[in-house]
């Protein structure tokens, strides 16, 4: 039982992240530029999070920066992809590149350190107990006490399937992702559309990153995010774009990652095997998805 | 459509001016992020490229260096010609690598003549046929390859650090690595002091092999054709998913053969993790190169040079060598200008439509 609400736990700790940048990867797969950004913009979002929490002393402020220096550059990332025409994939690699180049330069650079920066100086983002549910005895122990992020992640799945599903604007940035042209005709203003969806985006992408660096603890790694960015993609993929279901993708992938230490403490099964299947499982269900819109096709 | 057709020769050289230009552009970015934070750009150049070409043990590091990057460029380069857009060159180099130093360590009897062919063979397969499936599930499918490539990146990574950690551990070792392979199976080097090795050879082989597929033979042609126009070329009765199969492959067999130059050449063992995004890299060479195998061949000697200069410049101005990456992501971007006016923007129209 212990293990199970310990797994449970750290299940939700480790998916926020994730569903963060997922949120982010439905909205750009939804108006159809998907973000491969999505690792770097997180990665720049953990660095500013915890240099700037340091800096000021200040974990909010932290936040803010976070958030500001991925709406940055997920605004550089936009101008390449709408309006250069770049090719979205290339830009977005190019961002994943730029983000682990800079932040190891700066971190070395500005403080004088190889590999981690642990500041002391501040407090991760408070953790907040649930008022009743805190007390209810299993359930309490796995829902409350977390970061302040986790919460607000739940809260930004149901409002990320509001704005696209309830809201004027969600369903232009539908219609721009199923047929441009179209939506073009009909008057959508779709560089606006394109743009706000990349820069929203953007936000998340950072609050992921800071939930990263200064959500639990204070640091920041080299090449923090670690494939995080393309995780919280798979679970795109997963849920092929709905919120709701992107974020199931996301608590399940968290899962493997929260069971990957114990079990691997426990019984030794290798902690690599158990990393892979969360990839194996998208590429099949991408797999099946396509047999099946074959098999509609072949069908009419 | 200035990189296709038989190019006139003034087009050639707005490909080499365009390449000279982005590559100017990165190098000021570069120096406008050492200005910045305080370092002395002239200072961390001049030690980059006397480092990096100072001396002949100098260019042989830098030589040695671009080696498999001239593998992976070409892998990038000759898929995205096909207007197929493969990123998992990287997972391909992995497993192409394990499959060399397996087979290295395994026939310890054989002579050098047949074991290197052999674990080269071996690699080239098994990297060939791990890019093939991704090849297979776009053609046959239409499941998007630039995201199943990705994907599968990552799984190629952790099975092979699974296979070093577990099966194939060596004991004692601190870090997770396989036996090493014969030494008959080690490729000659050239001078004492560096690692350059006969590796180098091979690729230049590679890029004359590639050349030559490009330009002289049907499957370069049918390439080159479904690149520029898939819906043409498939009216005009061609093979279009064979040919997409068959360049996946080819392109994951030179990954897989990156991969075991470096076993073979370099470490002599299967290391976990051991490619610092070789693969990756090799993406932004064939941008930089638009996707000619000789222009892979020199901009993936620029690489070399800013790679194996870059420690040094390290060691000597404290400019971190992270720098390269800064100028790599600039180089993207600025190459990916001119080649999203061809046929980037075609493959962007033709998943939306």
């Known amino acids: 039982m212990e293990f199970v609400i310990n797994v449970l736990y750290s299940t939700l700790r480790v998916s926020t992240p994730l569903i963060l940048a997922a949120m982010a990867g439905a909205l750009s797969k939804q108006v159809n530029l998907l973000n491969i950004a999505l690792e770097g913009l997180m990665l720049f979002g953990a660095f500013a999070g915890v240099v700037f929490a340091a800096q000021f002393s200040n974990t909010w402020l932290?936040?803010?920066?976070?958030?500001?220096?991925?709406?940055?550059l997920s605004a550089v990332f936009a101008l390449f992809v709408i309006d250069l025409h770049v090719n979205l994939i290339v830009a977005g690699l190019a961002i994943n590149i730029l983000a682990l180049g800079l932040?190891?330069?700066?971190?070395?650079?500005?403080?004088?350190?190889?590999?981690?920066?642990?500041?002391?100086?501040?407090?991760?983002?408070?953790?907040?107990?649930?008022?009743?549910?805190?007390d209810v005895p299993v359930l309490g122990r796995i829902l409350s006490g977390h970061g302040v992020l986790v919460y607000f992640s739940w809260l930004m799945v149901f409002m990320t399937s509001l704005l696209l599903y309830k809201t004027p604007f969600g369903l232009h940035l539908r219609a721009v992702g199923k047929h441009k042209e179209a939506a073009l005709t009909a008057g959508i203003a779709v560089r606006r559309v394109e743009y706000a969806s990349i820069l929203l985006g953007g936000i998340l992408a950072g609050l992921a990153g800071a939930q990263l660096s200064i959500g639990d603890l204070t640091l920041f790694t080299d090449n923090m995010t670690n494939g995080r960015g393309f995780i919280a993609l798979a679970a795109v993929f997963?849920?092929?774009?709905?919120?709701?279901?992107?974020?199931?993708?996301?608590?399940?992938?968290?899962?493997?990652?929260?069971?990957?230490?114990?079990?691997?403490v426990m019984s030794g099964f290798s902690p690599q095997l158990l990393q892979m299947l969360p990839y194996l499982i998208v590429v099949i269900i991408l797999v099946l998805i396509s047999v099946r819109k074959k098999i509609q096709r072949q069908a009419l | 459509m200035l990189l296709k057709k038989?190019?006139?020769?003034?087009?050639?050289?707005?490909?080499?001016?365009?390449?000279?230009?982005?590559?100017?552009?990165?190098?000021?970015?570069?120096?406008?992020?050492?200005?910045?934070?305080?370092?002395?750009s002239m200072q961390a150049y001049g030690a980059l490229f006397s480092s990096a070409l100072g001396d002949s043990s100098a260019i042989a590091n830098s030589l040695l260096a671009a080696t498999p990057l001239i593998f992976t460029g070409l892998a990038a380069a000759i898929a995205f010609r096909a207007g197929v857009f493969n990123v998992g060159v990287e997972g391909s180099l992995y497993l192409g690598?394990?499959?060399?130093?397996?087979?290295?360590?395994?026939f310890t009897s054989l002579p050098g003549w047949l074991l290197i062919p052999l674990c080269i063979l071996v690699a080239a397969a098994v990297g060939g046929l791990w890019s093939y499936i991704p090849g297979m599930m776009k053609a046959r499918l239409g499941v998007d390859e630039t995201v199943t490539t990705i994907l599968l990146n990552y799984v190629a990574i952790l099975y092979t650090s699974y296979l070093v950690n577990y099966p194939f551990k060596v004991p004692g070792m601190a870090n997770a690595m396989s036996a090493e392979v014969a030494p008959a199976a080690q490729l000659d080097r050239f001078m004492p002091g560096s690692q350059f090795?006969?590796?180098f050879l091979i690729a230049v082989a590679a890029v004359i092999v590639i050349t030559f597929l490009m330009k002289r033979m049907n499957l370069g042609f049918e390439l080159r054709s479904v690149g520029d126009n898939p819906v043409f070329s498939k009216w005009m009765g061609m093979p279009t998913e064979k040919i997409i199969e068959k360049v996946m492959f080819i392109s994951g067999l030179l990954g897989g053969v990156a991969g075991a130059v470096q076993v073979l050449g370099v470490h002599y063992r299967f290391a976990a993790n051991f490619s610092p995004g070789f693969g990756f890299t090799g993406i932004t060479i064939a941008l930089l190169a638009c996707n000619s195998p000789i222009g892979v061949f020199f901009a993936a000697l620029l690489f070399g040079v800013l790679r194996s200069g870059s420690s040094t410049m390290e060691l000597f101005t404290d400019v971190p060598r992270d720098l390269i990456r800064v100028l790599e992501a600039t180089v993207i971007f600025f190459a990916a200008m001119e080649i999203s006016w061809n046929w980037l923007r075609r493959k962007r129209n033709g998943i939306r439509n």
């Open chain 1, 62 to 72: 932290g936040l803010l920066a976070a958030v500001l220096l991925a709406l940055a």
């Open chain 2, 97 to 106: 690598a394990f499959a060399a130093a397996w087979a290295g360590f395994t």
């Open chain 1, 103 to 134: 932040t190891a330069y700066l971190l070395t650079v500005v403080f004088n350190t190889r590999g981690a920066f642990i500041p002391d100086n501040v407090q991760p983002l408070p953790v907040w107990d649930i008022p009743i549910i805190k």
């Open chain 2, 6 to 40: 038989s190019t006139p020769w003034i087009n050639q050289i707005f490909e080499i001016l365009k390449m000279v230009f982005t590559l100017l552009v990165a190098l000021l970015m570069g120096a406008l992020v050492m200005q910045l934070s305080g370092k002395d």
């Open chain 1, 238 to 264: 997963f849920g092929n774009g709905a919120p709701g279901l992107t974020a199931v993708g996301c608590l399940l992938f968290g899962m493997f990652e929260a069971l990957q230490f114990r079990v691997q």
């Open chain 2, 197 to 199: 090795n006969t590796g």
